[in-house]
């Protein structure tokens, strides 16, 4: 009958240690996610360095969609690298500039991943339109020479 008891009382601890082991381990198997911060100012005079900074950590370098932040999004992050070629071999410009402007619809621009670029640009801008222009503009014909690489 002890024996009986101490099995028992061995399994229950077992199961308990067990659970408390895994709830600890839960967090760190949660995976990554995304910490907003507030945007910082770049040159409005290049393209590179402002996708650099506000670009590449969802969509990558190179622009393929592999930045160091999009494990951590619900929908993965365009390829920027082959709009041209999911557009008939054309770039195009006159798009992603909306999308960036908050004008035309993408799948993650406007949500909490991926913010619609205009409205910030404004912001760094001190509302400086032309300003906001340029930006997009630098960052379009940036990721322009992404295309096929």
Same mark, same amino acid.
């Given at each position: 009958? @002890? #024996?009986?008891?101490?099995?028992?009382?061995?399994? &229950?601890?077992? #199961?308990?240690?067990?659970?408390?082991? &895994?709830?600890?381990?839960? /967090?760190?198997? +949660?995976?990554?996610?995304?910490? @907003?911060?507030?945007?910082?100012?770049? /040159?409005s *005079?290049s393209?590179?360095?402002?996708? *650099? *900074?506000?670009?590449?950590?969802?969509?990558?370098?190179?622009?393929? %969609?592999?930045?160091?932040?999009?494990?951590?999004?619900?929908?993965t /992050?365009?390829d920027? +690298?082959s709009?041209?070629?999911? &557009?008939?071999?054309?770039?195009?410009?006159?798009? #992603?500039s &909306? #999308?960036? @402007? %908050?004008?035309?619809?993408?799948?993650? @621009?406007?949500?909490?991943?991926?913010?619609?670029?205009? /409205?910030?640009?404004? +912001?760094?801008?001190? %509302?400086?339109? +032309?300003?906001?222009?340029?930006?997009?503009? *630098?960052?379009?014909?940036?990721?322009?020479?992404?295309? %096929?690489?």
């Amino acid at each position: 009958m @002890h #024996v009986m008891k101490f099995i028992s009382l061995a399994v &229950a601890l077992a #199961v308990l240690l067990s659970l408390a082991l &895994a709830q600890q381990a839960a /967090p760190a198997q +949660s995976g990554a996610t995304i910490k @907003h911060v507030p945007i910082t100012r770049t /040159p409005s *005079n290049s393209g590179k360095e402002m996708y *650099n *900074n506000y670009c590449a950590v969802c969509h990558g370098k190179d622009g393929k %969609g592999d930045g160091p932040a999009a494990s951590a999004l619900k929908t993965t /992050p365009t390829d920027l +690298s082959s709009l041209a070629k999911n &557009a008939s071999g054309k770039y195009p410009a006159a798009y #992603v500039s &909306a #999308v960036l @402007h %908050g004008q035309a619809t993408a799948t993650a @621009h406007g949500s909490q991943d991926m913010p619609v670029w205009g /409205p910030l640009f404004s +912001s760094i801008s001190q %509302g400086h339109e +032309s300003q906001v222009r340029q930006r997009i503009t *630098n960052v379009v014909d940036y990721v322009g020479t992404l295309q %096929g690489k």
